[in-house]
């Protein structure tokens, strides 16, 4: 595509990421998840998995939705600077994904973690991986967080322990900034983080279909269009 140069100014100057590695994890239901970075041409199809949830209230879907919808679409637009995104699919087809970007060459900001389907801890998992990309191949020395839900403060700001610095306004605003340190992360990344490596490149080749899910229904609050 070619780029005037009013639309280049506008862009911002990216900054070299390692990639993520993709890995795998066995779920409770005995199926398997596979974790892996998308690109950004990969935004359309995320956005359309992301779009039936906009109106859920439940858990503040509608929220976290909403929010991933505009981060994605900045970022597909060259309006955020050094974003990436994760997901995570089940036979192909997409169960979650988390996103976030580099403040800096030792800070994350850490923005979303949405599940697709309830009651495997796929959130959790995909959480755990996205801290896991910040410090374990970014090099970072600390990611900032913050929650939308009640949901999300129990599982990272209470079981990771998370430091408080209200000090601090993370890009989300919301509540007070909390902060995941390394040594925070070296202390619970045994018990959270999950998945081996490497994966097979047929089982690769399938977790890149993306298959967008067929039901919500495990959701709560989702009420099929039209319903």
């Not at 996205?130 to 990272?156: C, N, T």
Request: charged fraction near 25%; glycine fraction near 8%; charge should be neutral.
């Amino acid at each position: 595509m070619i780029v005037d140069k009013m639309e280049q100014s506008l862009r911002p100057v990216e900054t070299p990421m390692a990639p993520y590695p993709a890995k795998y994890m066995t779920m409770a239901s005995g199926e398997k998840m596979v974790v892996h970075q998308v690109e950004r041409e990969s935004v359309p199809r995320l956005l359309e998995a992301v779009k039936p949830l906009m109106t859920v209230e439940k858990d503040f879907y509608d929220v976290v939705a909403s929010r991933i919808n505009s981060e994605l679409v900045g970022w597909y637009r060259y309006r955020v600077k050094d974003e990436y995104c994760l997901v995570g699919t089940i036979d192909g087809v997409l169960v979650g994904l988390v996103n976030g970007r580099m403040l800096d060459d030792k800070t994350g900001m850490s923005y979303h973690t949405m599940a697709l389907r309830r009651g495997l801890r796929i959130g959790a998992q995909l959480f755990a991986a996205k801290m896991e990309y910040h410090f374990d191949f970014l090099g970072q020395q600390e990611v900032w967080i913050v929650a939308e839900s009640p949901i999300g403060f129990r599982r990272w700001m209470i079981e990771y322990e998370l430091e408080s610095r209200p000090e601090h306004w993370h890009e989300l605003g919301g509540v007070p900034t909390y902060v995941l340190t390394r040594a925070l992360w070296e202390k619970h990344k045994a018990a959270k983080c999950g998945g081996r490596r490497p994966v097979s490149e047929a089982m690769l080749e399938t977790a890149r279909q993306m298959i967008l899910p067929s039901t919500y229904a495990q959701i709560p609050g989702y009420k099929r269009e039209g319903a």
